[in-house]
């Protein structure tokens, strides 16, 4: 879980160690690379620490998109083939049942369309289609809702960087203006100079990978939403068919209903 941590301190380690060597004197002993966790984050100042946050969440948020956004969690070939069988045998409880049962997006699409047609028998078909249609839109926007936080890491870690960056210089900058640096105050110089290219790196080594992920679901999100929308199509076309039936059935037992009438009462 901490791999991405490991990396992105790995490069800041490097880039540090460059910086401080740079600004040493030649009668100065050169720093040792062998930097401790605790060091690096001391020498990074306190931005490290919302790095790190940031680190851990980006990692976590890759994990749980990768167990989550999958066909399963969308759309499962048992639960279609389920449905399948149910609206053609018009067994619209059992239906409703097994969509309570599931945790899927179709799911609960079928099953909003199922509790608004027993609820409004009188409802003709292009209701119920809108009540479909308004729920597709809404699970298909929390897919796409939900990764956008790995979104909003990668953006946020490389302006966090930035904030580190300007306050590492305004240091240098105060150091320059308050002391004339010769010989071993040179460090102090140093030291501002390092800290923003730490925390720039940190928050690029951040940054990238997470809009990287992003790209990635944000990709199989959109090929998703396609299989969740071909499969509420499959779903609303059987509904149709049992309409229609439903609706000549009516008809014919309006018509002899009508036949069997008294002739007086026809008015024929």
């Known amino acids: ?24 004197q030649a009668n100065t002993p050169s720093p040792s690379n062998d930097l401790t966790l605790l060091e690096l984050v001391k020498e990074t100042g306190f931005l490290a620490w919302p790095l790190a946050a940031l680190s851990i969440a980006a990692v976590f948020l890759i994990i749980f998109y990768t167990l989550t956004v999958r066909r399963g969690a969308v759309v499962s ?25 599931q945790d899927q997006c179709i799911s609960r699409i079928t099953s909003k369309t199922l509790e608004f047609a027993t609820k409004n028998p009188l409802a003709s078909f292009e209701e119920v289609r809108e009540v479909t249609e308004a729920e597709g839109s809404r699970q298909a926007s929390l897919l796409h809702q939900r990764i956008q936080y790995l979104a909003d890491i990668g953006a946020i870690a490389p302006m966090v960087g930035l904030l580190g960056t300007v306050i590492g210089m305004i240091k240098a900058f105060r150091e320059i203006a308050q002391h004339s640096f010769i010989g071993s105050k040179q460090t102090g110089l140093a030291s501002g100079v390092s800290e923003a290219l730490l925390t720039t790196a940190g928050g690029l080594c951040i940054g990238i990978p997470a809009l990287i992920f992003y790209s990635m679901f944000r990709g199989r999100v959109q090929g998703l939403v396609a299989e969740l929308e071909a499969a509420s199509t499959h779903i609303m076309a059987l509904l149709a068919t049992q309409y229609k039936r439903a609706s000549g059935r009516r008809s014919r037992t309006e018509k002899d209903n009508t036949n069997d009438r008294p002739a007086d009462i026809r008015g024929v």
């Not at 791999?3 to 800041?12: D, E, G, P, V, Y």
């Not at 070939?77 to 049942?97: E, P, T």
Request: aromatic residues 8%.
């Open 1 to 24: 879980m901490f791999t991405l941590i490991r990396i992105s301190f790995a490069i800041l380690l490097t880039v540090g160690t460059a910086s401080a060597q740079s600004s040493t």
């Open 77 to 101: 070939g048992r639960f279609m083939r389920s449905a399948d069988s149910l609206i053609r045998k018009q067994d619209y409880l059992g239906l409703l049942s097994v969509c309570n049962r």
